[in-house]
């Protein structure tokens, strides 16, 4: 059973930095691709970054040029560096990946990310 579990979340005063790590497990495929998404309080979740299994990655306006998403294949993790953080930045974040689907079809139970002003 794939599981995917997400660390390195936490509080930080505005401007800081977080590292956020997803750990996949319980597979013996390789991922078609993976992403961050989250999740603040009252809001929808949002899709924060992606990156495909070739290394192509995408990202929301909103994080472009502050978060870098990679990927480690032979440690089966998932990465998101977040700089120069902003309390709109304030959320859960969740792991997520697909496999021969159009759509994300596994999910962590998230890590929250609170950022200070």
């Known amino acids: 059973q794939v599981q995917l579990v997400e660390s390195g979340g936490g509080l930080v005063q505005a401007g800081g930095s977080l590292r956020l790590s997803c750990a996949a497990s319980g597979s013996n495929f390789e991922f078609n691709a993976m992403g961050w998404y989250r999740q603040a309080p009252g809001k929808q979740r949002e899709l924060v970054a992606t990156i495909t299994a070739a290394g192509i990655t995408n990202y929301a306006g909103s994080v472009k040029g502050r978060f870098t998403i990679s990927r480690d294949n032979t440690k089966d993790t998932l990465y998101l560096q977040m700089n120069s953080l902003k309390p709109e930045d304030t959320a859960v974040y969740l792991c997520?990946?697909?496999?021969?689907?159009?759509?994300?079809?596994?999910w962590g139970q998230g890590t929250q990310v609170t950022v200070s002003s």
């Open positions: 997520a990946a697909r496999y021969r689907t159009a759509s994300f079809n596994y």
